[in-house]
């Protein structure tokens, strides 16, 4: 049995069609051509777009001084010619006017943290965005880490690593397969062996930890343990801290290394 398309499908159809081939890659270059970027301020947004499974996609760039320090994907984009709006994670928005001739986007950007962003975004070459790339000078070869970290250096070789594999897993980080990546350190038996920063990141940028020291603790008491250092998880905190074991609360004195490792300790 033949289906009959009703004409008003079949227009509403060739609309669509002809409002993504116009944002993509017909007449002017499409949306899908280079980066759009925000014009104002040492804070910036950046746009990237593709086209997968019929819906336009992408990723939004967060630029802070020289240095990408985030990044989120969107998809499910809705067109219309001149119009562009989508989303992405929780209550994050854009709503766009795009001017594909003159290669402009008038946006507007709303955030999870209410923060709200109005403002022109212009096509822009990738190589003209500092730490846009995660390298500016890709292919990567293998290097020696910079002097000046105070730490002793070896060559991969001289610790049992692979220098081809070391080499690869930077490539396939400069490509973008590690997500949004700031720095990648490698030490082995002591030695640092390889140190590479990228989007603009060096040594001397610090990070906030977050949830991260929590996972470095466990690690190391993990490691004592091993050692023999620590003979039972259920130790009171306090035992390790005799000078604060008369000022310490009550509710203190109860407190295991375990309560801590697990955050149960209800203090």
């Not at 499974?53 to 984009?77: N, P």
């Not at 212009?122 to 292919?139: C, K, L, N, S, V």
């Not at 091993?226 to 407190?255: C, K, N």
Request: one cysteine or more; glycine letters at 12%; charged letters at 20%.
């Amino acid at each position: 049995m033949r289906r009959r398309v009703r004409p008003g499908a079949r227009v509403g159809r060739l609309v669509l069609a002809g409002s993504l081939a116009l944002l993509l890659g017909c007449g002017p270059p499409g949306l899908s051509r280079g980066v759009w970027l925000s014009v104002d301020g040492p804070e910036q947004y950046a746009l990237t777009f593709d086209l997968t499974g019929g819906l336009v996609s992408g990723t939004m760039h967060h630029l802070l001084e020289g240095k990408k320090v985030a990044q989120w994907g969107f998809a499910g984009t809705r067109t219309r010619t001149g119009e562009l709006e989508l989303s992405w994670g929780t209550n994050n928005s854009l709503t766009a006017g795009v001017d594909l001739a003159v290669g402009e986007l008038r946006a507007r950007v709303r955030l999870q943290n209410g923060s709200v962003f109005e403002g022109l975004f212009r096509r822009t070459a990738e190589a003209e965005i500092p730490g846009f790339a995660a390298q500016p000078e890709p292919p990567y070869h293998l290097r020696p880490p910079a002097p000046g970290s105070g730490w002793k250096v070896a060559a991969p070789a001289e610790v049992g690593l692979a220098p081809r594999n070391l080499q690869a897993t930077v490539r396939a980080v400069t490509r973008g397969e590690a997500g949004l990546l700031h720095s990648l350190v490698i030490v082995r038996h002591g030695k640092l062996v390889l140190e590479e920063y990228f989007h603009g990141f060096g040594r001397q940028d610090l990070h906030e930890l977050e949830s991260a020291t929590k996972s470095i603790t466990s690690l190391l008491i993990g490691i004592a343990r091993d050692q023999g250092e620590i003979a039972s998880l259920d130790t009171p905190v306090l035992e390790w801290f005799p000078e604060h074991a008369t000022e310490s609360r009550t509710e203190w004195q109860q407190v295991t290394l375990r309560h801590l490792l697990t955050m149960t300790a209800a203090v």
